[in-house]
Every structure is written in structure tokens, then in C-alpha cells.
């Protein structure tokens, strides 16, 4: 159980185009999901969290113009990179929990997504 | 204060040793403390974690002892294995906040060598 999925697992595009990437939780209701950038041999960065129906939260630092996150429903959850550029190359990963607010539970994630652009 | 400091950066072990990574935080409003396990080009699997009500968990191999007063907690696998290369990240987060945003540390690369 507790299984998500990302598509795209890699997508390679030009420099200026928008790239979106799903994660979808398979097998349980996902309240929150949250979206994470990890650069070589670095560790996982956040860069938002969101719940379903309602607008994401994004960290500081991270541009919300760039980086579009929708979370439709309670097993759908999209990250739009968009006007790509090389420096946004990354590792992205997703995770979901079943819980939101007012209590902490377990975060499962996604088996990330490679972008390159060129 | 939001930091998770995670030690050591890199770690070899022999085959049926005991590898030990060990973490440290300062918020004490942290109440859930689990390590994931990431291969490369992968996303991170939990392994284990733990709630400060307790002062160790254990799963197999794996062992979380944690350390309320010193807030610091440590994975230990016993009988290493070399399926166990991997990176080791902890992990802390909180309720208070409203949110279940985890706080990493910043990962323990982990070879074990038959």
C-alpha cells in the first residue's frame, strides 16, 4: 500500500518551454501533497506544500509564477515548470500523506522525475 | 531552529558491521522523527520512525534510539549488508505549525563492502 507515482520519470525540453509533471497517490486519498527539488548529492529541498482545493504554499525562495502547482483532486497533484531555463534542471520528487493539518503522519513519495533543459 | 543536522556526511562499512548515522535538532516542538532510504535516481522509502514517547524502535535490522533530553536521535543497521548502500536521510517535523512539512537533514551516503 501507500504508493505514489510520478509521470514523466524524465523529460528532457528546450530552453523557454513549460514542462508539467503529475503525481498521482495510487492507492489511498492524499489531503496533502508536497513538491521537493534535490540537486546532486544534496538533500531534499521543499518547495511547496498543498491541499487539495485550495492554493499551494509555497517556501520562500521559490517562485510560485514559476513553478505552477495544482492539486485537483485527492490523488492528483501537478508541478508546471514553466519558461524553463538549464538552472532548473533538477531531481523533482512529490509525496502525499493522508493527513493534513493538525496532525503529522507519514509522507510517501514519488519516484521523482529527471529534467534537463537545454 | 528549524535545522536537522545529520552526521556523518559519508560512511563505510564491512559487510556484518553495524553502521550508525546520527541526527540532531533544536526544535522541541518536533514530534516525528523517521529516516527514508534513497537509491540513486530514486525517490526516498521510509524506513523506519519514531514519536518521543518512546526511546527506541526497532524493525529488523534497522533501530531508531532516540534521546529526548539530548534531542538527538541515530539509525542503526545491524548486520550491514551490501544492499544497504544507500543514502540516509533524517527527517523531523511537527504539528503545531499546522502542517506535516518534514525538516531533512542533509543525508549520510552509506557504502558497506562485501
Known amino acids: 500500500g501507500a504508493v505514489v507515482s510520478q509521470h514523466p520519470s524524465r523529460v528532457i525540453c528546450k530552453s523557454g518551454t513549460s514542462v508539467k509533471i503529475e503525481c498521482r497517490s495510487l492507492?489511498?486519498?492524499?489531503?496533502?501533497m508536497f513538491w521537493y527539488r534535490q540537486f546532486p548529492k544534496q538533500s531534499l529541498m521543499l518547495m511547496a506544500t498543498?491541499?487539495?482545493?485550495?492554493?499551494?504554499?509555497?517556501e520562500q525562495g521559490v517562485e510560485k509564477d514559476k513553478f505552477l502547482i495544482n492539486h485537483a483532486s485527492l490523488t492528483l497533484s501537478t508541478l508546471t515548470v514553466t519558461s524553463a531555463h538549464p538552472e532548473d534542471s533538477s531531481f523533482y520528487i512529490c509525496?502525499?500523506?493522508?493527513?493534513?493539518?493538525?496532525?503529522?503522519?507519514?509522507?510517501?513519495f514519488g519516484p521523482g522525475t529527471r529534467l534537463t533543459v537545454l | 531552529q528549524q535545522q536537522v543536522k545529520q552526521s556523518p556526511q559519508s560512511l563505510i562499512v564491512q559487510k556484518g558491521g553495524i553502521s550508525i548515522i546520527n541526527c540532531a535538532y533544536e526544535?522541541?516542538?518536533?514530534?516525528?522523527f523517521p529516516w527514508y532510504q534513497q537509491f540513486p535516481g530514486k525517490g526516498p522509502a521510509l524506513l523506519i520512525a519514531?514519536?518521543?514517547?518512546?526511546s527506541e524502535k526497532k524493525e529488523g535490522r534497522f533501530t531508531i534510539s532516540f534521546n529526548k533530553s539530548a534531542k538527538q536521535f541515530s539509525l542503526h543497521i545491524m548486520d550491514s549488508q551490501p544492499g544497504d548502500s544507500a543514502t540516509y536521510f533524517c527527517?523531523?517535523?511537527?504539528?503545531?505549525?499546522?502542517?506535516?512539512?518534514?525538516?531533512f537533514g542533509t543525508g549520510t551516503r552509506l557504502q558497506v563492502f562485501p
Open positions: 509525496s502525499a500523506s493522508t493527513y493534513g493539518s493538525y496532525s503529522t503522519d507519514t509522507q510517501y
Open positions: 492507492d489511498f486519498q492524499a489531503t496533502t
Open positions: 498543498s491541499n487539495e482545493g485550495s492554493k499551494a504554499t509555497y
Open positions: 526544535n522541541t516542538a518536533f514530534d516525528y
Open positions: 519514531i514519536r518521543p514517547d518512546v
Open positions: 527527517a523531523a517535523s511537527t504539528a503545531i505549525y499546522n502542517t506535516d512539512k518534514l525538516i
